[in-house]
């Protein structure tokens, strides 16, 4: 068999991992249960999950290669098994946000058997005599069930023949393939070859360097190969730094320039010295060593010399650098002694707390080089530094309106067997969550004590009305409401094909959608009796929004941590946030037409934000205990947000 592994521009997408894992046998006993590849992808990423990837593989490996005595099917069965149980215990934890992140593909092949599974949006295909058979639609996907979890359902198995290429990849990598034809001239590739690939790629210039996935390829063939591995990426690496390449041509220099000195000493010879006789015994004869000389001996010493003589560069370098630190410091050190006048005037004088604050942020950004430098600088001098840049944070945590809560209170824990929610919406006092993976609702009362209200549906949205709650599902385009004369389901027209809604909010029973794909917000008008009209593209122009959220107005929170207000469809308003810590990646916003705040969430740093409607801060929640936030919802009365971080329900009183 002959791999290539093909990674596209890996560093595209920040919040985006993907990797191959390709294992052969090792020993005669492996040999009995074949090769095993397995391909993901994970998107979302928060920092904790990096590695997230590489530990399912090792999972299935070492699993797959303990039961060489069974066959490979019921290796891979068995493999597939601990994995499920291995994302269990990720999610017992709290750690669900993978959930629908996940795309993973696991192929086994075996004297030309093939069994496979896959979960999520990866592509597997049979390339065979230029015929393109999407394999993977004989997978019967089964629905995740959540407790006990289980992720990896049913296996396929078929019969191979050599010459046969299997082509993985993950989704944004298959539709380009698709749309430029590429996966038709893939086919035609006769032999399957390296070249035959990178020609097929070249032809598609600068367009292949804007995707970001993995494929893998997997040529069937008498003879074994090596596989190959190969990033496609826009980023150019400078070339390796060499010493030897630096110091050859001046040693050569050196040692030219020496050599008719060195041929000089090996001739010079200093004569033996005579003494006269005496009545003492004559002392030994005086002869002096020969003085030799050879080119390794004077590269030796060359090199040597540059290396002191560099050292001694090095450490006026590094004294000029403290210097300059120095001065620095000194510099950070006045004008936090004009913060300190400024601090004590700002009962009398207001303005002078936005100077503070644009001092400080000065001095932040000052000092942020040298703590980054900390562990290179001399222990006086790094204390210095450490003791200003507390300084310059406290100040700037208490004119930014922060607050630590080290132990946040805990209101609620959810059972693994009970739910794993993802989102929540308060109605009445009530708070309902919802997961998309998963049916029916759970609703924690005004008393705090859940119940499962059984519901035979999963919904991807929510929103409160006047007088009821509304969840919407993607898969049906429908909406399910509750009131208090009970439940009813109604379907809402479709706006355009392929439309993709993201986020939802109401105002007096309108019901706003947003689509990040296409940047529109769709209105759908209220009617009568949880009827709604058609769908309306609500925006004159295209927008690039995380969130959504209504109070007579439309607020976007937009993708470049920026806040949008627009009013009949036209953008009336755009709030730069200037906010210490400085801003992430912010993801929800939410308001309210009886509420005088925005409310923003921020998982990347673990807190809630409250703004002004003209985006003067107010307060600002921060946790390490928030460590998993997905989602959030504010009382009615706002005195009370409640946040979804993991199985985990904390309160917080504003």
């Known amino acids: 068999m002959q791999i290539f592994e093909l990674h596209f521009n890996p560093n595209l997408k920040p919040d985006l991992i993907f990797d191959s894992f390709c294992y052969e046998p090792e020993n005669i006993y492996e040999k009995r249960v074949g090769s095993l590849y397995l391909v993901g992808l994970l998107k979302n990423v928060l920092p904790q999950n990096v590695r997230f990837l590489e530990k399912l593989a090792k999972i299935i490996k070492e699993r797959y290669y303990r039961l060489t005595l069974k066959n490979p099917e019921k290796a891979l069965q068995e493999s597939l098994k601990e994995a499920n149980e291995f994302l269990e215990q990720v999610a017992r934890k709290g750690d669900v946000r993978w959930l629908g992140n996940l795309n993973f593909a696991t192929l086994s092949l075996k004297d030309y058997e093939l069994n496979f599974t896959k979960v999520g949006e990866i592509k597997i295909f049979l390339l065979r005599g230029g015929r393109i058979i999407d394999i993977d639609q004989k997978l019967k996907f089964e629905e995740i069930t959540p407790w006990p979890l289980r992720i990896f359902g049913n296996i396929v198995s078929g019969k191979l023949t050599d010459g046969d290429v299997i082509l993985v990849s993950t989704s944004e990598v298959s539709n380009f393939f698709e749309k430029e034809n590429l996966l038709a001239e893939i086919g035609k590739i006769q032999p399957f070859n390296e070249k035959g690939l990178k020609e097929a790629f070249d032809r598609k210039g600068k367009e292949i360097l804007k995707i970001s996935g993995i494929c893998l390829a997997i040529v069937l063939t008498k003879e074994n190969f090596l596989g190959k591995r190969e990033i496609i990426t826009p980023k150019l690496y400078p070339k390796e730094f060499n010493l030897k390449n630096i110091f050859t041509p001046i040693l050569r220099f050196l040692a030219g320039w020496f050599s008719p000195l060195v041929n000089f000493f090996k001739k010079f010879r200093i004569p033996k010295l005579s003494r006269p006789k005496l009545t003492i015994p004559p002392r030994p004869k005086l002869v002096m060593p020969k003085l030799k000389l050879n080119k390794n001996k004077i590269l030796i010493l060359t090199l040597i010399f540059f290396l002191f003589f560099g050292s001694l560069f090095a450490q006026l370098k590094e004294k000029q650098k403290l210097e300059k630190y120095q001065i620095t410091l000194n510099e950070i050190q006045k004008k936090l002694t004009q913060v300190e006048s400024f601090l004590i005037l700002k009962e009398t004088k207001p303005e002078l707390t936005e100077e503070a604050n644009l001092l400080l942020k000065e001095c932040w950004e000052e000092i942020s080089p040298l703590i980054k430098e900390d562990f290179h600088l001399p222990k006086s001098f790094g204390d210095q530094v450490f003791s200003l840049s507390n300084e310059i944070s406290e100040n700037l945590y208490q004119l930014n309106k922060l607050e630590i809560i080290k132990e946040p209170e805990l209101v609620f824990e959810f059972k693994l067997r009970e739910s ?235």
């Open 420 to 654: 794993a929610p993802e989102n929540l919406v308060i109605f009445n006092g009530n708070i309902f969550f919802f997961s998309p993976y998963a049916e029916n609702l759970f609703r924690l009362d005004k008393e705090l004590k859940g119940e499962i209200i059984e519901i035979d549906q999963k919904f991807n949205l929510a929103a409160s009305l006047e007088g009821s709650v509304i969840f919407f599902s993607k898969s049906k385009n429908q909406l399910t409401i509750l009131s208090d004369n009970g439940q009813i389901s109604t379907a809402l027209k479709e706006p355009y094909p392929d439309f993709n809604f993201d986020d939802i909010s109401s105002f007096r029973e309108n019901l706003y959608f947003l689509d990040k794909k296409s940047g529109q917000i769709i209105k759908y008008p209220y009617q009568e009796n949880f009827q709604w009209g058609d769908p309306e593209l609500w925006l004159k122009k295209a927008v690039s929004g995380e969130s959504i959220t209504a109070d007579g107005s439309i607020w976007i929170l937009a993708k470049n941590n920026s806040i949008e207000k627009y009013y009949a469809g036209e953008l009336k308003e755009k709030i730069g946030l200037d906010i210490f810590p400085y801003l992430k990646d912010l993801t929800d916003i939410f308001a309210s037409p009886y509420l005088p705040y925005l409310y923003i969430l921020e998982p990347a740093q673990n807190r809630i934000i409250i703004i002004t409607k003209t985006g003067q801060i107010i307060k600002q929640f921060q946790s390490p205990k928030f460590d998993n936030l997905l989602d959030f919802a504010v009382s009615e009365d706002g005195k009370t947000i409640y946040l979804l971080n993991g199985l985990n329900v904390y309160q917080i009183l504003f």
